[in-house]
């Protein structure tokens, strides 16, 4: 089974400038800025570049 993806997060509350969220699915509480490197990950990046043919 993959892992979750944290798809549904619910805001939990600021703290010294950090925002804290809950996944509604797993449980995990984390900062939103973790959570926003996890969406930023594109698996196209990851895939070696291939040359068109000429």
Do not use: I
């Not at 509604?24 to 969406?39: A, P, R």
């Amino acid at each position: 089974m993959p892992g979750c993806e944290h798809n549904r997060t619910e805001f939990l509350m600021r703290r010294d400038g950090v925002d804290y969220v809950h996944c509604v699915e797993c449980g995990q509480v984390f900062e939103s800025d973790d959570l926003e490197q996890v969406s930023l990950y594109d698996e196209a990046e990851e895939e070696p570049r291939r040359k068109k043919a000429s």
